[in-house]
DNA sequence: AGCGATGTGTGATCCCCATCACCGGCCGGT
DNA sequence: ACCGGCCGGTGATGGGGATCACACATCGCT
């Protein structure tokens, strides 16, 4: 699956944005430890129930998390950009992995062995602070995941939930009221519990109320409180 | 809430029980750091949405973990025993937390102030390392209850699936095939996802196909894997 | 005993959404 | 251009379970 290492210029240009909140010797010590590689699109880093065997944190790309039942069925738990570690709860207590990552378009990808993780972490006490805060920050992510697949039997409230969940991280961007559309309608209904179906309908529905607009790839929403008021209705 | 602090002998006698997992010294460090008081049947240690405050560990009791949604409807991630810390993840990250926490009998629980505990964790980093271990630990809990919640929405599957559950805590019992039920109909809906009413009807069918039988409090499962036959099926 | 609160059993109804089925569009390959 | 795969729309159908509406049991309380 790994294509290409990248070169050693280009890993010190990354690494201020990705550790950019860790001491500058820790993330050195992580940088000469790491392998980084270049993925394809639909890599799979590492899968549910395998057992761990390091951290794999996003430089380049984006990765989509997942869990999926025994009767093949998929949520996707987030989709995670740059900067992003995973696996790390897996590797600090020795289980396995409790989901899939696999990349969603081509990315880069550093690689940290489980016990190089674990000796890091020893030598420096902020390096395990860092990581326990990381873990403490999924746990929280899949605690409102949880939350907002229960909360609302109802699939348009979810899928309500989702846009505007969309719109609160595009606030860095020219057009707030935008959303690149990456992902197809299948991949939606994994992220919200529903078929490809329902979503296919209820987003003409919404179209068809004026609550959102599609050109190309692209999503506009021009009015973010109608849309809000479908949640909690 | 608080109604009264046990003793310092009863303290003692707790100590190895909870953190047998800690070197003694770590251990009398939390010791000297806690406070201990009793709970009724009912009270809510933290609620979901507060600011962490501090964690919260079991010493005799069993305490309810659950996440409502806003329309009021709740899901009990679990129910945990003596010797479980709760809220660390909130504390560690300075989030609020992320569920709410309440007694389901009368209980013992050790209070430790956020301060309290990143000093120690500072001071101690094998106190970091527990920490952390259970929040990973925390973390993989969570992600199996979603994989149960989702990759089932046949209400029965998902019954099965607790009983059973409930069967495999109970190895150290004498009765092996019996468990106790301390849970009301409405409370098993809260762990299932559904509602009451389905789960009366649910335990009734079991009990017209022989997969259970009960009397009183004790539920008796004969053949259990008959029951696990309705898993994945 | 009497009474409220709480938990449980069960019927009737209804609606949301999964599922099946089919079609049309778009794109990439040879 | 032809085809084969993926993606997206849309109708028809059916079922599982939520919800409403009762009746009954149990228990603690004064």
New interface residues.
């Given amino acids: 699956m790994a294509t290409q290492t990248v070169n050693h210029a280009q890993k010190l240009a990354l690494v201020d944005k990705t550790f950019f909140d860790l001491p500058p010797a820790i993330a050195d010590a992580l940088e000469q430890a790491a392998l980084t590689t270049s993925y394809p699109t639909g890599a799979v880093l590492f899968a549910e129930a395998q057992a761990s065997r390091g951290v794999f944190i996003v430089r380049r790309g984006r990765v989509k998390l997942s869990?999926?039942?025994?009767?093949g069925?998929t949520?996707i738990?987030r989709i995670v950009n740059a900067g992003c570690p995973l696996g790390?709860?897996?590797v600090?207590?020795g289980?396995q992995y409790?989901?899939t990552a696999e990349t969603q378009e081509p990315s880069e990808i550093s690689f940290l062995r489980h016990s190089d993780l674990l000796r890091l972490m020893?030598l420096h006490?902020e390096l395990?602070?860092w990581?326990?805060?990381h873990?403490?920050?999924?746990?929280?992510a899949?605690?409102?995941?949880?939350?907002d697949?229960?909360?609302?039997d109802s699939a348009s409230e979810k899928l309500a939930r989702l846009l505007v969940g969309w719109l609160d991280q595009n606030t860095t961007s020219k057009y707030p009221t935008q959303v690149k559309l990456a992902l197809t309608h299948e991949e939606i209904g994994q992220m919200i519990?529903s078929s490809r179906e329902t979503v296919s309908r209820l987003l003409a529905g919404f179209k068809k109320q004026h609550l959102i607009q599609q050109s190309g790839s692209t999503l506009v929403i021009p009015d973010r409180l109608a849309l809000e008021s479908l949640?909690?209705a």
């Fill in positions: 869990i999926c039942g025994s009767d069925r949520l738990l790390v709860a897996a600090v207590s289980r409790e989901a020893r006490g395990a602070l990581v326990t805060q873990i403490a920050q999924d746990y929280a899949t605690c409102r995941e949880i939350r697949l229960i909360l609302s519990g949640i909690t």
